[in-house]
């Protein structure tokens, strides 16, 4: 009964390639996130939705593209994969918004460009 | 100066030592603070949340300074098994939804034998 499960857990794949990373969460959250973590472990917020809306989208590049087709589910699809792109990638939910409760991970899907 | 602040460490401490971490946070606003940790290769778990009074679990006690503006760890007799990346995190600025928690770099904890 896993909280928080994203999909898949390694991801190895060339240069220019398109991919996506699935995350869904059995919390009844309103507010789900990505978060990367780079090789120097900083933990970095992209995209944040509540209730299936976008919310926060922390400048990054448009080759990544959040989808969320209902509160549960919050998906990463990442066009024109570069090297700097490798790092963990980590979906969370929280039950409110505005940093105001802990926020709850999966077990991050490590992404290996090459 | 950066929003939320810990010393990297690593920090190396015998079993049943007492350790402590903290964290400096920038924004006077912040109201909403969390100690984390992060085993290697794995997702960050939530360890506690730090309310203005203080709390304890166990053998550790999360503590909020709000006029030097920082969160402290203390963690008792230490367990081999506390050997991890201890991450802060903290409301940032902004206001309603694009309010985002913050986090630190960790503390990386060694316990040994």
């Known amino acids: 009964d896993t909280a928080v499960s994203q999909t898949p857990k390694y991801l190895v794949t060339q240069m220019g390639n398109d991919k996506s990373i699935k995350c869904e969460q059995n919390l009844g959250h309103d507010t789900m996130y990505w978060y990367k973590q780079d090789s120097k472990k900083f933990l970095k917020i992209m995209f944040s939705?509540?209730?299936?809306?976008?919310?926060i989208n922390e400048t990054v590049p448009n080759r990544f593209s959040p989808k969320s087709p209902d509160k549960a589910h919050l998906n990463l699809h990442i066009n024109s994969l570069e090297l700097g792109d490798s790092a963990v990638y980590f979906c969370?939910?929280?039950?409110?918004?505005?940093?105001?409760?802990?926020?709850?991970f999966g077990n991050g899907t490590r992404l290996t460009v090459t | 100066r950066k929003e939320v602040e810990q010393d990297p460490g690593p920090f190396n401490v015998p079993e049943g030592a007492t350790v402590a971490f903290n964290c400096t946070y920038s924004n006077s606003a912040s109201q909403s603070f969390f100690w984390y940790r992060q085993d290697c290769r794995k997702e960050p778990k939530l360890l506690m949340s730090v309310y203005s009074s203080g709390n304890e679990d166990g053998r550790f006690t999360a503590q909020l300074n709000r006029a030097s503006q920082y969160i402290s760890l203390l963690i008792r007799d230490s367990k081999l098994s506390d050997s991890a990346t201890y991450l802060c995190?903290?409301?940032?600025?902004?206001?309603?939804?694009?309010?985002?928690?913050?986090w630190g770099l960790g503390t990386s904890l060694a316990v040994n034998p």
């Open positions: 939705y509540n209730n299936k809306e976008l919310i």
């Open positions: 969370a939910s929280s039950p409110m918004t505005g940093g105001n409760s802990p926020l709850h």
């Open positions: 995190a903290v409301n940032g600025r902004g206001a309603g939804n694009n309010r985002k928690l913050i």
